[in-house]
Nanobody, 125 residues
Framework: QVQVVESGGGLVQPGGSLRLACAAS????????IGWFRQAPGEEREGVSC???????YYRDSVKGRFTISRDNAKNTVYLQMDSLKPEDTAVYYC???????????????????WGQGTQVTVSS
């Protein structure tokens, strides 16, 4: 049975940092594409970052230069390092997993098969 679990969310002041972790059981993350999505109240879920099987990384424009996605194969975990956080980054953050068979479509939720339960990130003074 596949399980995807996010951790690391919390309350942080503007300009602060958080590191989210996505751990999985029942599959090996390194052979899949892993996406981080977020959803703020009243908003649609949006893709934030993605790391694909070959290690290539992708970011939405609003987080480029501030967020970094990485993978630790030994721990079967993907991380999202978030620096210089802004109030508009406040949302529930989700980790999602999909097979490596799509060309692009990194921000399309329907291409992802497995989702975690989400972790709340709140950026506020």
């Amino acid at each position: 049975q596949v399980q995807v679990v996010e951790s690391g969310g919390g309350l942080v002041q503007p300009g602060g940092s958080l590191r989210l972790a996505c751990a999985a059981s029942g599959l090996i993350l390194s052979v899949y594409d892993i996406g981080w999505f977020r959803q703020a109240p009243g908003e649609e879920r949006e893709g934030v970052s993605c790391i694909i099987r070959d290690g290539s990384t992708y970011y939405r424009d609003s987080v480029k230069g501030r967020f970094t996605i990485s993978r630790d194969n030994a721990k079967n975990t993907v991380y999202l390092q978030m620096d210089s956080l802004k109030p508009e980054d406040t949302a529930v953050y989700y980790c999602a997993v999909r097979p490596h068979k799509y060309a692009g479509a990194y921000w399309t939720p329907s291409t992802y098969n497995y989702w975690g339960q989400g972790t709340q990130v709140t950026v506020s003074s």
